[in-house]
């Protein structure tokens, strides 16, 4: 059963910094694509950034350009995002996500995510 978890989130002053983890569990030989979203209070879930595992493509939203930075240790199935210059409108759930997981005897089409690690930042 594939299983992601995550773990970094916390209260932070704005201007400060945070690092989320997420880690993938149950067999798994390769993950195409992972990934942070986050929801707001009120509001719909958003892409924050993804990365291939091979680096090829990596994606940010507009609003967390040149502050957050994402990357992963395949060998580990885990993916990380460095949290710079944090911002009050930066508060809200963040979601892990994975896409295209492949174990030893399957490979899953569907998204996978985590519970959600919540960020706040205090002003």
């Known amino acids: 059963q594939v299983q992601l978890v995550e773990s970094g989130g916390g209260l932070v002053q704005a201007g400060g910094s945070l690092r989320l983890s997420c880690a993938a569990s149950?067999?798994?030989?390769?993950?195409?694509?992972m990934g942070w979203y986050r929801q707001a209070p009120g509001k719909e879930r958003e892409l924050v950034a993804t990365r291939t595992s091979g680096g090829t493509s990596t994606r940010y939203a507009d609003s967390v350009k040149g502050r957050f930075t994402i990357s992963r240790d395949n060998a580990k199935n885990t993916v990380y995002l460095q949290m710079n210059m944090l911002k009050v409108e930066d508060t809200a759930v963040y979601y892990c996500?994975?896409?295209?997981?492949?174990?030893?005897?399957?490979?899953?089409?569907?998204?996978?995510w985590g519970t959600g690690a919540l960020v706040t930042v205090s002003s």
């Open positions: 149950g067999s798994i030989t390769s993950i195409n694509t």
């Open positions: 996500n994975a896409r295209g997981i492949r174990t030893y005897t399957h490979y899953y089409t569907l998204d996978y």
